[in-house]
T-cell receptor, first 110, second 113 residues
């Protein structure tokens, strides 16, 4: 079993829909990251969380430390949101390195 | 402020050759991380350098090596290239310490033929 599990693996939505991507992890962590990877490979760091909730524009990330679970929400989705969204954790046993989920491929159709 | 820069963006090598990939971190960042993303696979941790020292290493053979220079830029060297080394290699930088976020580069796509 992977230390970081994401669901769903693939998600197709219509423009304007509310989207949720889930991440569960099995290790103690010092921080959880949500990343966005566009075709071509470049990665953008969206959020770093250690507790609670963060919001940036139409993106919201939440984390429940007790349940070892995080969600990334996109409100009013747009075709430009189409990308791979990756959850990654920084655990206390792995130093500063990140352990990644497999990613969620999001496609938003107009 | 310049982001994390990686060079080259694309690299084609023949099996058995050596590849050198370079990364310049954001100014002030002392930690550099290397990750491999093979086709169809998730990101895998390769190496972490901080203050010129190798701090941690992923589950990769010794022919993957690197170094960090006094200006905190870093090189990743892959010797005796194999076809399965074809991947996107991503570099990230951060300040030292787990409470700081990462900034990723755009990656070097290595193709081994």
């Amino acid at each position: 079993k992977n230390e970081v599990e994401q669901s769903p693996q693939n998600l197709t939505a219509q423009e304007g829909e509310f989207i949720t991507i889930n991440c569960s992890y099995s290790v103690g962590i010092s921080a959880l990251h949500w990343l966005q990877q566009h075709p071509g490979g470049g990665i953008v760091s969206l959020f770093m969380l250690s507790s609670g909730k963060k919001k940036h524009g139409r993106l919201i990330a939440t984390i429940n430390i007790q349940e070892k679970h995080s969600s990334l929400h996109i409100t009013a989705s747009h075709p430009r949101d189409s990308a791979v969204y990756i959850c990654a954790v920084r655990s206390g046993t792995s130093g500063s390195r990140l352990t990644f989920g497999e990613g969620t491929q999001l496609t938003v159709n107009p | 402020e310049a982001g994390v820069t990686q060079s080259p963006t694309h690299l084609i090598k023949t099996r058995g050759q050596q590849a050198t990939l370079r990364c310049s971190p954001i100014s002030g960042h002392t930690s550099v991380y290397w990750y491999q993303q093979a086709l169809g696979l998730g990101l895998q941790f390769l190496l972490w350098y901080d203050e010129g020292e190798e701090r941690n290493r992923g589950n990769f053979p010794p022919r993957f090596s690197g170094r960090q220079f006094p200006n905190y830029s870093s090189e990743l060297n892959v010797n005796a290239l194999e076809l399965e080394d074809s991947a996107l290699y991503l570099c990230a930088s951060s300040l030292t310490g787990s409470r700081y976020g990462y900034t990723f580069g755009s990656g070097t796509r290595l193709t081994v033929v």
